[in-house]
C-alpha cells in the first residue's frame, strides 16, 4: 500500500506533530540554534517520479550526520571493502554519536561503525582527492547527482559554526591518529567534515536521495547507477543497525525500515524496493533525532505497512 494523497500525509503529519514541543533543536552547534522548532515537513519520491509531500518541504536543513551514508558509499568506492573494514567496523555501539568511551576499550583501536562521529571522521579521511576542496566537492557531487538537484551547495555559516566549536571531535580525530586510523593534519579533516555536514538541500532532495538508495543505488530516472548496489546495500544495513544512533534498535522495531537522522532534525528513509522518504523536524529528542519525524514515521509505517521485518 502506498500513500493516496497529499491531504492524508497532511493528517499523519498534523498528529506527529503535536510531539514536536517535547523536544529541543539542537544548540551545540550554534547556528543550529535558529531552525524552527515546529516544523515538520515530509517528502515521499517513488521510482516512477512521482511525489507526495506535506508540510513547507522547500525548507532547507543541512544534512549533519546523514551525510555519513553518502561519505560511507564514496569510501567504499574509492578503498573497497576490505580496506574501510579494517580501519571501521561494522558493529552498532549503543552508546551516543559523539562518545569517544569505545574507542579506548575497544581492541584494537578502532571506531565501532562508520554512523558514529568517530567511525565517519576516519571514513571523510579514506575519501580520495589531492586537497580539502576537491575531496569536498567529489562528497557534493554524489549528493547533487543522488537527489537530481545540481544546485545543491553547503552553508557556510553552519560550516564555520561547528568548525569554531567541534572540539569532541578534534578529540575524536587526535585519538584516531594516535592510533594509525588517520594520518592526516586534524584541522584539513575536521574542515572537511563540518563542509559536509553543513551541505544544504530539502526535504525532497533528501526523498529522491532515498528512493535512489532504496532502488539499490540506481536512479529510477536515468536508470544511470550511481551507487554500485553492493555498496547501496551496505549503506542500507548500516541504516537499519546504527543509523537513529542509539535508538537504532528501537527504531527496527517500531518503524523497521533504513533511516538515517542528523541533528539538524532531518531523516532520510529509504524503504527497499519502493520509495525514498526526506524527513525535516529540527525539535530532537535526548538521543538526537528528529523527535516528531520519529513519530511521523511509526505512524507511517503502521497505516502502510512499511517494516521490512
Ligand atoms: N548527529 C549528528 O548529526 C552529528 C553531526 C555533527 N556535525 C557532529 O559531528 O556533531
Known sequence: MQCRSAEELQLLVNEAKKSSNKGKVADYIPALQKANKDTLSISLFYP??????????????????????ITLAIALNDRGEEYVFNRVGQEPTGDP???IAKLETNKPSKPLNPMINAGALAVTHMIEGSSVDERFKRI?????KLSGNESISYNKEVADSEFKTADLNRSLCYFLKEHGVIDEDVEQLIDLYTRQCAIELNCLDLSR???????????????EQLIPSSVARICKTFMVTCGMYNASGEFAIEVGIPAKSGVSGGILGAVP?????????PALDEKGNSIAGMKLLKLMSEKYSLSMF
Open 48 to 69: 516512477n517520479g512521482s511525489c507526495f509531500s506535506a508540510g513547507d518541504i522547500k525548507e532547507n536543513l543541512t544534512l549533519q550526520s546523514i551525510s555519513k551514508v
Open 273 to 281: 524496493g519502493r520509495f525514498g522518504i526526506g524527513i525535516y523536524g
Open 209 to 223: 536521495i532515498g528512493c535512489v538508495l532504496a532502488m539499490d543505488g540506481k536512479d529510477p530516472y536515468t536508470e
Open 140 to 144: 557534493l557531487k554524489l549528493i547533487q
Open 97 to 99: 554519536f559523539n562518545s
